[in-house]
């Protein structure tokens, strides 16, 4: 990631620079990998990327609180201004939107068992193109956030309202599934959370891509923020479907 536009007189200035910012970037592999992960774990039936997710789970919370005490270092020891200042900010709170990526990539690992059972595996389409649009909007998001790009930025939160369009359609096909089968209930409600999960990976990244917005201008985007997801205005058969606090249950 960028660390200035031009070099302090302090060299040491900008190692801690970097070392944020060298931190950040692998946070943001790891969870671009997490996410692909899930993906495969889903889509491919791959049980054997479980075991990854919830490895890198572990390094991202590790990274996270690195991240943390580097932050802390720059604004009591440096005491950075301007530019440097925003991007130091701006960074911890990229942090924590990218470990709790990690968090959902690894609920949605835990609940691969039940989804395995699911003997006709349907709406596998759907969370693939879920999957590539979040994967698409994360990979831009912390690009232009390492840049930094605000144009790019405002292109990443546009493209939220899709993600949370597919992630209502998919929600009503599940209904669909379960009420036609019920023995389908049990995978389908743990593909929901999934699908809820991958539609809040979507929501993280907007959320970088608004942090990389501020980081590179000084100010928040303007406008209300696109959203698409009617889900929660859909019928559960038993009344009591995933609400916002059950993704990570």
């Not at 049980?47 to 890198?56: F, G, K, M, Y």
């Not at 899709?162 to 379960?178: G, Q």
Request: charged fraction near 25%.
């Amino acid at each position: 990631m960028t660390v200035s536009k031009n070099a302090h007189i302090v060299t040491s200035y900008d190692d801690n620079l970097r070392l944020l910012y060298a931190l950040l970037d692998r946070m943001g592999a790891l969870a671009i990998s997490q996410t692909r992960d899930t993906i495969a774990l889903v889509v491919q039936r791959a049980p054997e990327t479980a075991e990854r997710i919830l490895e890198h789970e572990a390094e991202m919370n590790e990274l996270d609180v690195r991240v943390n005490e580097q932050v802390i270092r720059l604004l009591a020891l440096r005491q950075p201004l301007a530019d440097d200042l925003r991007g130091v900010v701006s960074g911890l709170k990229v942090a924590s939107m990218l470990e709790r990526i990690g968090d959902y990539s690894a609920n949605a690992a835990r609940r691969a068992p039940a989804i395995a059972n699911l003997s006709a595996f349907p709406v596998r389409g759907p969370v693939s193109r879920m999957g590539d649009l979040v994967i698409g909007m994360l990979d831009d998001a912390l690009r232009a956030f390492r840049d930094p790009d605000p144009a790019l930025a405002a292109l990443v939160r546009e493209r939220d309202e899709e993600v949370d369009a597919l992630h209502a359609s998919l929600f009503r096909e599940l209904l669909t599934y379960m009420m036609e089968d019920p023995r389908t209930i049990t995978a389908c409600t743990h593909l929901m959370f999934v699908s809820k999960n991958l539609e809040r990976i979507g929501d993280q990244a907007t959320n970088i891509a608004e942090a990389a917005h501020y980081r590179a201008t000084g100010c928040i985007l303007s406008g209300e923020r696109p959203k698409g997801d009617t889900s929660s205005s859909l019928v559960w058969p038993d009344g009591d479907g995933p609400g916002e606090d059950d993704t990570l249950s």
